[in-house]
């Protein structure tokens, strides 16, 4: 199965400012998503990155403040934008591979002071 | 907008017990994912679903699908310090290809 190498693994942020995570996919997938998830609790889809086009994002989450870029697909990236202490989360990229499989990164652990 | 209800939310079993966890929804999915997930790490597949009444077997842990398709369960034989961690349930929404996460569940299994 597809495997996902996602960086960075973690970082810690001073508010105001932005951090790109990106995932690169060693085999090509059919769809990508990003997600956020707190601490021992379940995953928030964030948005659908679409090749080549905007991505689509989920009710309470907006282009401006996690811009996402899918120029090929093998690879996407994840912005969040004028961070700010809730921002503080574990932030995850999926691949959708054949037959519903997918598979995940290992995640990017944030923290904003 | 579909939802998925996963219970219970917290388990905590000495080792040897069995468990249950279930999943369920007012709304029917195409499919069914269960996923283990360890700290500082992604969820990793552990099953997928696709049939109504469908079960699975993956060594002591057995999968099941509701008939209907709106619900699971993953039932846990003579749990191991090792199965500890969080398990989530996912379920695919229509055509789009997202997932779906329920709450999760985390279980401890203490030896």
């Known amino acids: 199965s597809a495997v996902i190498s996602q960086k960075p693994s973690r970082d810690i942020c001073q508010r105001g400012t932005s951090l790109t995570i990106q995932c690169q996919v060693d085999?090509?997938?059919?769809?990508m998503f990003w997600y956020r998830q707190q601490p021992g609790q379940s995953l928030t889809l964030i948005a659908t990155?679409?090749?080549?086009?905007?991505?689509?994002?989920e009710s309470g989450f907006v282009i401006d403040k996690f811009p996402i870029s899918r120029p090929n697909l093998t690879f996407s990236t994840l912005t969040v934008s004028n961070m700010s202490p809730e921002d503080s989360s574990i932030y995850l990229c999926?691949?959708?591979?054949?037959?519903?499989?997918?598979?995940f990164g290992s995640g990017t652990r944030l923290t904003v002071v | 907008t579909q939802l998925l209800e996963q219970s219970p939310q917290f388990l905590s079993i000495q080792e040897g017990e069995n468990l249950t966890v279930y999943c369920n929804s007012s709304?029917?999915?195409?499919?069914l994912q269960w996923y283990r997930q360890e700290p500082g790490e992604g969820p990793v597949l552990l099953v997928t679903?696709?049939?109504?009444?469908e079960v699975k077997k993956l060594k002591r842990l057995t999968f099941q699908f509701g008939d209907a398709r709106k619900d699971s369960s993953l039932h846990i034989t003579a749990a191991q310090p090792g199965d500890t961690g969080l398990y989530l349930c996912?379920?695919?929404?229509?055509?789009?290809?997202?997932?779906?996460f329920g709450q999760g569940t985390t279980l401890q299994v203490k030896p």
């Open positions: 999926s691949g959708q591979t054949q037959n519903y499989g997918y598979t």
């Open positions: 085999s090509q997938v059919t769809m």
């Open positions: 990155a679409n090749q080549g086009s905007e991505a689509t994002y």
């Open positions: 709304s029917v999915f195409s499919s």
């Open positions: 679903v696709v049939t109504g009444g």
């Open positions: 996912a379920g695919t929404a229509g055509n789009t290809g997202k997932l779906i």
